[in-house]
């Protein structure tokens, strides 16, 4: 179902967009169970020719993660099409030259900051690097307040509160940086959703306008602001964290809400 339709102005008097950015997370499945219309919407559009890219802010897992995931649930796609938050971060830490990093992080997190050249380590960071860690110890919760304290540079992949699955909601980073504002005074600086580089580089490295782009996404405070603060086309979907109750009392404008990614079909000419 359709609740909201803002008139679509693509350049060109084009009917379809260039590029479609998908959150995963609450947008194409919950935890290991497809929302209906993911996976034929998705393979449409490679049909068509148009350019997809895959966006989480979810740093628990690497690339490979959620390629191996994506592909073992229907999707045709290649590993390039995937950017996460840590993929930003990564990019981010590489330009300003950062090399050693005090990681909270799954191992997955770890493999792929090791793969990227960095150093992990306890002794004297640049850099204390909070993801979503789901093997959080307190070993780890005492050695980063304590960089913290003495001033270590201080960078999350994301600001997300909760994570959603098939059983519910989880805690995810934003309850660390909550945490640690709690005993240090200090907020992180944020690279993934909403930040609208996430969106930006990539529409740059494409040569692709705002006008012909499109983010589709299940939550307010990241995708949709992300959208909205980038002028692509901003579809909510009801699928996973927002309710139309919550979007209703938001103070977001975004031109398209709708139950699913399947109601996509009624929007655009695919």
Do not use: W
């Not at 002794?123 to 919760?141: A, C, Q, S």
């Not at 945490?179 to 969106?199: A, D, H, Q, S, Y």
């Amino acid at each position: 179902m359709i609740y909201h339709q803002n008139h679509l102005q693509l350049s060109n008097g084009s009917k379809l967009p260039k590029i479609f950015f998908f959150d995963m997370d609450g947008t194409l499945y919950l935890g290991d169970i497809l929302i209906d219309g993911s996976v034929q919407l998705l393979n449409r559009l490679k049909d068509l020719g148009i350019k997809r890219v895959f966006l989480s802010n979810n740093s628990s897992k690497n690339r490979n993660d959620y390629y191996m995931k994506l592909k073992r649930m229907g999707f045709e796609l290649s590993i390039d099409e995937i950017f996460t938050s840590l993929n930003a971060t990564i990019l981010k830490m590489k330009r300003e030259n950062i090399k050693k990093i005090f990681p909270l992080g799954t191992p997955s997190f770890e493999e792929e900051l090791r793969e990227n050249g960095f150093i992990l380590t306890d002794k004297d960071p640049e850099v204390v690097l909070l993801g979503f860690d789901k093997t959080l110890t307190y070993e780890k919760i005492e050695k980063a307040y304590k960089f913290l304290k003495e001033g270590k540079r201080y960078i999350a992949t994301h600001p997300d509160i909760l994570c959603p699955t098939e059983d519910g909601f989880i805690p995810d980073i934003g309850c660390f940086i909550s945490m640690f504002e709690k005993c240090t005074l200090r907020l992180p600086e944020i690279v993934g959703k909403p930040n609208v580089e996430m969106l930006s580089n990539i529409l740059k490295y494409y040569s692709i306008d705002c006008k012909d782009a499109v983010m589709i996404g299940d939550r307010l405070y990241t995708d949709m602001r992300m959208a909205v603060d980038a002028k692509v086309i901003s579809v909510l979907v009801l699928s996973g964290e927002t309710k139309i109750e919550d979007y209703k009392r938001s103070n977001l404008d975004v031109d398209i809400v709708c139950d699913s990614v399947k109601d996509l079909f009624k929007v655009f000419p695919l």
